[in-house]
């Protein structure tokens, strides 16, 4: 995988049931200063494409997300008592 792809991964781009993960879009930098990025969908078609995971990065994988979704939750938490 190119390194804008991986930027361009979400949540929803991983299948944890098949064990996979769709490539169908990837984060690059525009403008003259070099520090502005913006999602975009791959050069060709043949970019857009599925890829297997091994289990022991799903296994991480869901472990972080779970990690995630807990410091979401308690950051919205938060923000509802200021």
């Given at each position: 995988?190119?390194?804008?792809?991986?930027?361009?991964?979400?949540?929803?781009?991983?299948?944890?049931?098949?064990?996979?993960?769709?490539?169908?879009?990837?984060?690059?930098?525009?403008?003259?200063?070099?520090?502005?990025?913006?999602?975009?969908?791959?050069?060709?078609l043949k970019s857009i494409r599925t890829l297997p995971v091994p289990i022991n990065l799903m296994k991480e994988l869901q472990e972080y997300?779970?990690?995630?979704?807990?410091?979401?939750?308690?950051?919205?938490?938060?923000?509802?008592?200021?």
């Amino acid at each position: 995988m190119r390194v804008s792809e991986v930027y361009g991964l979400t949540w929803d781009n991983i299948d944890f049931r098949f064990n996979t993960l769709r490539v169908n879009k990837n984060v690059v930098k525009y403008g003259n200063n070099g520090k502005s990025y913006t999602v975009t969908s791959p050069k060709t078609l043949k970019s857009i494409r599925t890829l297997p995971v091994p289990i022991n990065l799903m296994k991480e994988l869901q472990e972080y997300k779970k990690k995630f979704l807990d410091l979401e939750n308690k950051n919205k938490e938060l923000r509802k008592k200021k």
